[in-house]
């Protein structure tokens, strides 16, 4: 049989019971449209992650109290509280080679109220004039801590531009007051939206002055953190080895066993994409399990296609079609269903995560390596699930096919 030949009894034959056809791809589409979405929402949540951890800063360190252990989070070491972290430990680390700029940070949250009545509950940031370039944030309107601000105690503070629409709504916060813990703050900047990166939104922030907040806020004389800018990301490793040495040697414990952690940035990325890699895959498994039952479908209604077409396959042996040529034709309506509903499913897929992407703000990604995977998926189980059912219309005897009733 030529490849015409073979195109025009698929085409007959598919045609002739066209429900039946569209409820047997029905899985097949399901399945790969499924995949396909899965797919792209994980990739698409994995670019989103990678943007916004680089957006936090480039070439940094962060350095946290305690011991950072998968599976157990921070903990002391049996130090007792896990707060080792001293305003000293600034000045050992700019010592170090490489480091371009330190920023220390102390974090609390509280419950802030506006000048304009409104209150919001949102966590405070002392921070120095560095954490400008070392979190890699930018002014909107106003301006940000200043040394004078730094050394003076003075009571001013910077919103993140969620933090200010919930105080103040469409008004400019500039100039006016919010109060924090019973002490009123002066607002001083804006700064502009950068977006959610993990668990830390900045742009739902309030910041001050490092040491206003530990003097007069927070009453402690401790970090939550240390971010610290390397000049060049070539020197990460060895900054990172050398600050863990000096911090260390300060704190007099083993390096080996330190009461701090440093985290890198490539570290935190690469948690989540594992985080996002496991799970896209695992729903792109569940997804996966609809195709199975779409293959079981083909492969049911091509045996029940064999049984009723058993005397037109005895027919075609008796004037001299060979095996091969009956495998041929009944394999190739099993692929061309599989290739329907994946192209279907593929599309289908497609406004799919359009959709998630418009409706539900959501980044979807639909990649070709996708594409070419549900392809491949469909012409596996379009042979697979199609070959037995082909193997057994070309092993009909003849004979005993002609006197089928």
Known sequence: MTITDIFQETTMALGTNKVRSGLTMLGIVIGISSVIAMVSIGQGAQGAI????????????????????????????GRGAAQTLKNDDVSALRSVQGVASVSPELNRRFQITSSAGNNTNSTVIGVSPEYLTVRNVTIENGSFITDLHFNSLSRVAVLGPTAAQDLFGDADPIGKTIRINQMNVQIIGVLQAKGSAGFFNPDDT?????????????????????????EHKDL???????????????????????????????????????????????????????????GIGIMNMMLTTVTERTREIGLRKAIGAKKRDITQQFLAEAVTLTFLGGAIGILLGWMISLAVSRFANIATNVSFSSVAMAFGVSAAIGIIFGYYPARRAASLNPIAALRYE
């Not at 962060?62 to 921070?74: A, D, E, K, V, W």
């Not at 490092?210 to 800018?229: E, K, N």
């Open 50 to 77: 990678q943007s916004s951890i680089q957006g936090l800063g480039s070439n940094l360190l962060t350095i946290i109290p305690g011991i950072l252990q998968p599976g157990r989070g921070i903990v002391s070491s």
């Open 206 to 230: 309030v910041f001050v002055p490092l040491t206003m907040m530990q003097r007069i806020l927070a009453g402690v004389d401790y970090l939550s953190t240390i971010a610290v800018s390397v």
């Open 236 to 294: 990460m490793p060895q900054v990172k080895d050398e600050a863990t040495s000096v911090l260390a040697a300060k704190h007099r414990v083993d390096p080996q066993n330190p009461d701090f952690s440093i985290v890198s940035q490539s570290d935190i990325l690469g948690t989540l994409t594992a985080v996002t890699n496991t799970f896209t895959i695992f729903l792109a498994s569940i997804a996966g399990i609809s195709l199975l039952v779409g």
